[in-house]
């Protein structure tokens, strides 16, 4: 019925750029007036930064009515989620934002009646506006006089749709059917799936009562609570509140962080299986009892409950003992229940550093289901898995290693789909640390199964050590793939900004480095680390496990001084927290001497290597790869030196450790074997020389991971000796 202009003030008074709205020529009927002039009247009854604000108003000189407005500038809602590449939670805040617009509307007794995605307009900055009153009507009965039933039938309500009477119900019905379109691409919690079903009800009392409490209902389930469309079972609220607790994030934390030196060890942990394991505890006998004792358990933990006390990990710690009393205390003839109740406690100690009560309790726990005489489950795979990769921490790699195999064993013979089962293979495959070939076979058998569950946040897991697996073992393109998976489905479920995303996007940044693609892979560690440190603060052992990466990424970029200054500070706070010899320390302790090396710094890099070694020895099995590293490393530094009789010994110690732990060819065990050659050749034994490095250069050819550095010496060599692959 209109066209509408973009138009600028012209009065002199000051710039204005508008929106004008007016019937088109050959549209002036009486009825086709009253219904513009309606719209113009309702407008100006609405003042929301959320609705398109009336400026102005009046009639051509032939009569047609006209009204300026705001110039809305930006993208339909489904344009701009799509081109911004917002997250499932992203696109139910706006929606919650246009709902608060409505309700605004609703408030004054105007009902819109085509609310769609072309009539909300999103601006750069994603703020959202509702446009388009010219089908609105006026929610105390009196409806359109001219008796028009404009609509959009793909958004209608089915009121609409029969040509009855609309009231503010069908708005939330249409604010409903935008809220499924946007969140189609996405998987959807049950929460989510409740919210929309609600809205969008085809009879219009079930839906919700106003688009506030509708926009109400979308932020609660943004911020982890029960909506009002599916409220929570007594133990869904004990679970949902030790997620949202804040005392309880660093028992929650779900970030197992490690630092790398020749490769980067983080992983993510995810709370899914456990959430199953809920749901099937909710649905057995002892479901009561079970619940009865979790509540008591997490209202002991809500920062509510406790008199004001301040909230403390420690704190929070501290009250799980009374909770495992309670357990043993209160189900002394449930053993099962008794297991899986000892296993979440265990978990938190766990996620707050104290593996050895937490090891004490996974050996309950498994005592526990051996004695209830469930020793064939996938429940007893789980929990045996976790008890023998809590073992392995500690250090007892013989035991913990017998514990594992018996659980996998269990596994593999349980269904695709069985969620204890992928569990098992989780605990297993990040048991092995650095064996990157368990690792990545563990991870391979683990991805089918995380698919087969349906668990988004398991396939994400498991892509993202399956890429790091990968990348290690030197196939660069596929762990890139893995990741890129990995990443994207973490961007499509929580957004661009989630904690979740810093792991992943951490392996990314260390599969650029080692492509060779130095700033993307330096403003990719940056952005896990400014994620990090924005979630978790500066201080936290995650970000400062990003810190060390983006020191690398810095170092391979040859931006030495810039990364010796992050490993030094990274390096002073894992020495407070942690103590002087700890394995994090001794990471960091290595990756600082490759960096002073190359600066230059030549005496303080054997020094940090030494202190290093001395870690590694002691924290590190025999045949763990990264045992290596450090002679590795100072095997070049003493070539420099022209110390050729150490650097031979050290290059050998790399080597043997090496070749027996990485798969044939790897470029570190060539590398070494490189160096085996160079000192030979440096004592005048050419011969000798050529036995290493001809073989060395005919791997590394093959290689495309390999430091480009390492390589040109080894071709070098291999020039002085007249090799052809060194050509």
């Given amino acids: 019925m209109s066209v509408v202009y973009e138009a600028k003030r012209a009065d002199g008074r000051y710039e204005q750029t508008v929106a004008l709205k007016v019937i088109r020529g050959g ?13 113009r009247q309702i407008l100006s009854t609405l003042d929301h930064p959320g609705i398109v604000r009336i400026l102005d108003g009046g009639e051509t000189a032939t009569g047609a009515p006209w009204l300026v407005m705001d110039m809305a500038l930006g993208q339909s809602i489904t ?20 709902a608060d617009a409505a309700q605004s509307a609703h408030s004054k007794l105007v009902v819109h009646r085509d609310i769609k995605p072309d009539n909300i307009i999103v601006s750069r900055d994603g703020h959202a506006r509702l446009l ?26 089915p009121e609409q749709l029969r040509l009855e009477a609309t009231s503010t119900a069908s708005d939330i019905y249409q604010l409903g059917r935008v ?7 996405f998987s959807q919690s049950a929460d989510v799936k409740a919210v929309i079903a609600r809205a969008t009800a085809d009879v219009a009392t079930v839906r919700y009562s106003s688009a506030a409490s509708f926009a109400n209902d979308l932020r609660r389930v943004i911020d982890g609570r029960a909506p009002e469309a599916k409220p929570d079972t007594r133990l869904e609220a004990s679970l949902r509140l030790i997620r949202r607790n804040k005392i309880l994030s660093a028992l929650s934390a779900v970030l197992l962080a490690g630092l790398a030196g020749w490769g980067i060890t983080l992983s993510i942990y995810t709370k899914e299986v456990e959430h199953q394991r809920t749901v099937a505890i909710a649905a057995a006998d002892r479901a009561d009892r079970g619940k009865g004792v979790l509540l008591d358990i997490f209202r002991r933990l809500d920062p509510l409950e406790q008199d004001g006390i301040s909230s403390s990990v420690a704190t929070s710690v501290s009250l799980l003992e009374p909770t495992v009393r309670d357990v043993r205390e209160r189900l002394p003839d449930d053993p099962a229940l008794q297991a899986e109740l000892i296993g979440w406690v265990a978990r938190a100690k766990e996620r707050s550093d104290e593996t050895d009560e937490a090891n ?14 469930d020793r064939t489950s996938t429940t007893y795979a789980a929990a045996l898995a976790y008890r023998g990769a809590l073992d392995i921490d500690l250090g007892n790699r013989e035991e913990g290693e017998t514990l594992i195999k018996e659980a996998l064993t269990i596994a593999r013979s349980a269904p695709i789909s069985d969620e204890e089962a992928l569990d098992t293979f989780l605990s297993a495959a990040w048991s092995k640390g650095s064996d990157w070939i368990s690792l990545r076979a563990l991870f391979e058998e683990a991805l089918p199964r995380a698919l ?5 946040e398991a396939e994400i897991e498991v892509r993202s050590g399956l890429g790091r697996a990968l990348g290690e073992l030197g196939e660069l393109s596929e762990a890139e793939a893995q990741i890129s998976q990995a990443i994207a489905l973490t961007e499509s479920i929580y957004g661009a900004d989630h904690p979740r995303l810093a792991l992943p996007l951490s392996d990314m940044g260390r599969i650029l480095n080692d492509m060779g693609r130095s700033e993307e892979s330096i403003a990719t560690h940056r952005r896990a680390l400014a994620i990090s440190s924005a979630a978790f603060g500066p201080d936290n052992s995650s970000t400062l496990s990003h810190q060390n990466n983006l020191a690398l990424a810095l170092l391979g970029a040859g931006r030495s001084d810039e990364a010796i200054t992050l490993f030094e500070m990274n390096l002073a706070s894992r020495i407070r927290t942690e103590g002087a010899d700890s394995l994090d320390a001794g990471e960091l302790l290595q990756n600082l001497a490759v960096t002073q090396s190359q600066a230059g710094r030549v005496e303080d890099a054997l020094v940090s290597l030494a202190r290093a070694e001395a870690i590694f020895d002691v924290r590190l099995a025999e045949g763990n790869p990264r045992r290596a590293f450090p002679a590795l490393t100072r095997s070049a530094i003493l070539l420099d030196m022209k110390t050729y009789g150490e650097a031979e010994r050290n290059a050998r110690r790399a080597y043997d450790i090496l070749s027996k732990t990485l798969p044939a060819g790897h470029y570190a065990t060539e590398v070494a074997r490189c160096r085996i050659g160079m000192a030979r050749l440096g004592l005048g034994d050419r011969k000798g020389a050529r036995s290493y490095l001809e073989p060395s250069l005919a791997a590394l050819a093959s290689q495309t991971g390999a430091p480009a550095a390492y390589v040109e010496a080894c071709k070098a060599a291999g020039r002085e000796l007249e090799l052809p692959a060194a050509q």
């Fill in 360 to 373: 004490a309790l996974a050996s309950e726990a498994v005592a526990l289901l051996a004695s209830s005489g």
């Fill in 27 to 39: 549209m002036q009927s009486a009825d086709i007036i009253r219904h513009f002039l309606r719209e």
């Fill in 452 to 456: 087969a569950t349906g668990s988004v």
């Fill in 132 to 157: 388009d009153f010219g089908v609105s009507s006026l929610a105390d009965g009196v409806n359109d006089p001219g008796g028009i039933h404009a609509m959009t039938p793909e958004y209608a309500s």
């Fill in 79 to 98: 344009s701009y989620c799509d081109t911004a590449g917002l997250g499932l939670f992203a696109r139910m805040s706006l929606v919650a934002d246009v």
């Fill in 179 to 185: 809220l499924a379109e946007l969140c189609e691409p």
